[in-house]
């Protein structure tokens, strides 16, 4: 069977995922200084989590203790996280973007920002790669004349943190569907850590699954991104319904694969330790 293109896998496994404080995070993982994390997120409702506010200390603690030498990131986006883990350590990082961006089912873009609501840098930089569309058509709804849309992951936005920051020499950008990526120049072990946060429809995350597993080392960490097993939690977006169904499926198989799995709370963050 060809599990990269597999809607699902068979019949949803009941899934009993430990759960970690923040606080605790450095005693589950081995590390000696805890995490210096910041009050306010541990008191905000997870509907209402930013991940560059609130997951981001828990990414960059990550990567600043356990220091990996080659990392991978299924999703580039504007590379925030790219810049998190470049930031932090001595890594090289793989990461991995659809050159055209994300579309929806109406073939609008996914991820757009509009100059009114953005800083004028970051229109700056989509309107001197002139990507951009004055008066754009969202769904059935014309923007007012003259209001300026830019698409925010694609080509001209990919990478936009990490490149600004000078730290491009340390990255590999791969432009392609995340499922047709080929690993077989990878060997086994290759990466020190993934982090899944690609697209987030089940067949997706299922595939990027599968070959993070194949390509991230023993002892290594796997991180999936918008994943919280609260059954009362949602993700107002709805993201992270595909990534918790991909993670049901999958349960039997990475209960194998991983010496430990737990979900970090609070947060949108699942973290795996290769067996």
């Avoid at 990507?131 to 849309?149: E, I, S």
Wanted: glycine residues 8%; charged residues 20%; hydrophobic residues 40%.
């Amino acid at each position: 069977m060809d599990v990269s293109r597999s809607p699902a896998l068979g019949t949803l496994t009941p899934m009993l995922v430990a759960e970690v404080s923040v606080n605790d995070l450095h005693t589950r993982l081995g590390i000696s200084t805890p995490i210096d994390y910041p009050i306010e997120s541990l008191t905000k409702p997870l509907t209402n989590w930013k991940m560059e506010i609130d997951d981001a200390p828990i990414f960059r603690y990550l990567y600043r203790n356990l220091r990996p030498q080659r990392h991978l990131e299924f999703g580039t986006w504007q590379g925030t996280g790219v810049r998190y883990c470049l930031e932090e350590c001595d890594a090289t990082v793989w990461t991995i973007n659809l050159l055209a961006g994300e579309v929806q089912a109406d073939n609008t873009w996914r991820y757009s920002n509009w100059k009114d609501t953005i800083a004028s840098r970051l229109f700056q930089w989509a309107r001197k790669r002139a990507h951009y569309a004055p008066n754009w058509v969202r769904g059935r709804v014309r923007l007012p004349q003259g209001l300026l849309v830019y698409q925010s992951d694609s080509i001209g936005s990919i990478g936009k943190f990490y490149l600004e920051a000078g730290l491009g020499h340390r990255v590999c950008q791969i432009y392609c569907d995340s499922r047709d990526w080929d690993i077989s120049n990878y060997p086994a072990g290759f990466f020190d850590s993934v982090l899944i946060d690609g697209g987030h429809t089940t067949d997706v995350v299922t595939s990027d699954t599968f070959k993070a597993c194949q390509v991230v080392r023993p002892g290594g960490i796997v991180m999936w991104h918008d994943f919280c097993p609260l059954p009362e939690v949602q993700r107002p977006d709805g993201m992270g319904s595909g990534v918790l169904r991909a993670i049901e499926n999958l349960w039997p198989r990475l209960c194998r694969e991983m010496s430990d799995i737990f979900w970090i709370r609070p947060s949108w963050i699942l973290i795996g330790i290769k067996r």
